[in-house]
């Protein structure tokens, strides 16, 4: 194995595309280390620009853009596994892009993804490619019921998803995915989703948290519990499983990796998903660790040390969706509670704005489960007004 | 008492006077609430420009840019207490600005700050003012020797002072202040330095971290062992102290308060000097509290709710002088350590270019004095080359 590249020293650039809360928070932690953001989005966003020190507008498929944006900076990275392709390949031949393209394209098409999983010897549902209303009809004969229709591209927070529970559906599942390549999945009957994050430096380490817990409302993460609450066993195999995908895709970066326990005599793992990106259900290492999931990637994608996944607290970490976020001054009356907000101008219902994370002694969590879920219980936000978009 | 003024929401933005390593800081503490920073410094520095939204360069007496710059903020602070006080009077005129000029007036002149806290029954050494060589032999027999004579303004990290030892070295000590409008302290025969870290928000609330030592070098803060290791009468006459300097300023945002600890029968605590800012004895706060000293400041001043000053672990901040900056990939190796650089581009001796913060379980620093010297001593940072100025 040749040796790794040179780190980026203090002073140096990271490009990072896309212009949400993780270019954000990803800028941010990179201010820390003395080091640069400049960010590539398709809209002018304030919400980035306020904290990282250069920002381009421009389609990620503008090749002029591109190539000066590849001229300004010293690494390029995403925060959206929906960035074309081409436009990082196109990057690539030009400066380091990290998680490399490849990454980036098995983890932007559900169908591939899978794919791969399953040839890394990963546990998943069962799936079948579906391109056709007969496909459909075909794939659920192989499959069964319950199992969900999915969009193989561009689906995120549950959409361009359909769940399937009796055969007289499939029409108002195609509908719903719009007729678009899909994938069917059978329905895992899973106790809770769990995730890792983990991160893989240049010269092979890898480092990851411990799995976390998450849950879930109108499919949007709406909570995460670090840790989750298992049997050291299921630390041990979820850390296993998000190591041997790092190291199969010869990954650089933090990586998260999502997780369906399913229960059993021998509870099991399955992976549902992996983002090839900073993750949600990461935020709370912000406030309860030393090196959060967004100065890990600055990190790896750096070539910098990896840092110490340890956590000093247990905390649980709260999204603010949409109207949530006005409930800001009560939130910052809170002992112990960390609030984090976007900056995003316009409240819109579903809208990820903000989160919380509230700190707990460590241990003290992942003792038993009642007394995890009175205490987790303790934070209690108003529901999202869901209306119709203004 | 009048209700406070409304708080200033996240959308909203703070001016901060001055473009160093507090201002990044304060920047980024605002980012994390959805508030935005405009720094107004008076020369170009990369440092703040990355992380802040907007940035003026011009003079602190420039009426004009003043004037703009009130315009563009909600309200406005500074990260030095050498900012013209007639200048934060004319923003006074236009905006908020928090800490108030007063406090400004009172923290930037050692003889009136030392006159206002005797007034307040706060312990000092003894002191005289001192404008002539004459004043000089007055006030060495007033207050005996050693003494310490000290430029009124503009002294920091041992800038400006001159330790008299015996009587015939008070020509070198004027010539030390460059007959400079100063001051004459009896020298204090302290054990330890400590400092408190307190906030008042608008509705006179106040909240205060717990004492912390402090170790110079070279007359520079070099480290902040936090919690101070103190018996807890003592945490509580320290608090109590800069809580009573915080009321009788009607102070609103963070203040640093050094103080020195004199052994005796009883120990006692003697006021040194007041910082009306965020302080380098309390960049520990970033990585062992929920709510850092930044935020604590950006919530005051704000209007925000005050953060519960609460640790969640013990720390040792260690700040990186001059070179010892270059150390960054190695430091960035040791776990629990987190890494912070200033962005400076030039690396300067005595210039302070980042600090790195060890974390350990709570409790475990403030069990006894010399288990804590042994930990404490864990991180081993190489001396600073001071050579020459390049």
């Not at 900056?343 to 003792?367: A, N, Y």
């Amino acid at each position: 194995m040749s040796s790794p590249p040179a780190p980026i020293a203090p002073g140096g650039t990271i490009g990072i595309l896309g212009g949400g809360q993780l270019a954000r928070m990803l800028s941010i932690a990179a201010a820390r280390l003395g080091l640069r953001a400049h960010v590539f989005c398709q809209t002018p966003d304030q919400t980035v620009a306020e904290v990282a020190g250069s920002a381009t507008v421009a389609d990620f498929e503008d090749e002029a853009a591109l190539a000066a944006f590849a001229e300004a900076v010293d690494v390029v990275t995403f925060e959206t596994e929906n960035i074309p392709v081409a436009s990082a390949e196109f990057l690539a031949a030009r400066v380091p892009v990290r998680p490399s393209a490849h990454c980036l394209a098995v983890a932007q098409d559900r169908l591939t993804e899978k794919t791969f999983l399953r040839e890394a010897g990963i546990v998943t549902a069962d799936f079948a490619a579906v391109d056709s209303p007969a496909d459909l009809e075909a794939a659920l004969r192989e499959i069964g019921l319950p199992a969900v229709l999915k969009t193989r591209r561009f689906g995120y927070d549950g959409k361009g998803q359909f769940l399937i529970r009796e055969p007289g559906q499939t029409g108002d599942a195609w509908k719903a995915v719009n007729g678009a390549p899909s994938i069917l999945e059978a329905f895992v009957p899973f106790e809770c989703e769990l995730s890792v994050i983990a991160a893989r430096g240049l010269d092979g380490g890898i480092a990851c948290f411990d799995a976390v817990r998450n849950e879930h409302e109108n499919h949007i993460l709406s909570k995460t519990i670090a840790p989750a609450g298992l049997p050291d066993l299921l630390y041990g195999q979820a850390q296993a499983m998000a190591r041997r995908i790092a190291e199969r895709l010869d990954y650089a970066g933090v990586l998260g990796v999502e997780m369906f326990l399913v229960p059993g005599a021998e509870p099991s793992l399955y992976v549902n998903e992996i983002a090839p990106r900073v993750h949600n259900s990461g935020h709370w290492t912000i406030d309860a660790c030393a090196i959060s999931q967004f100065e890990q990637h600055v990190r790896t994608i750096c070539g910098w040390p990896l840092g110490a996944p340890v956590r000093h607290s247990d905390a649980v970490m709260t999204n603010l969706i949409g109207d949530q976020v006005a409930g800001w001054q009560d939130l910052g009356r809170q002992p112990g509670l960390a609030v984090h907000i976007y900056g995003k101008e316009e409240i819109r219902p579903g809208r990820k704005m903000g989160h919380v994370t509230q700190l707990f002694p460590l241990g003290s969590l992942d003792e038993d489960a009642p007394a995890t879920t009175a205490r987790t219980r303790s934070l209690k936000l108003p529901p999202e007004k869901i209306g119709s978009r203004p």
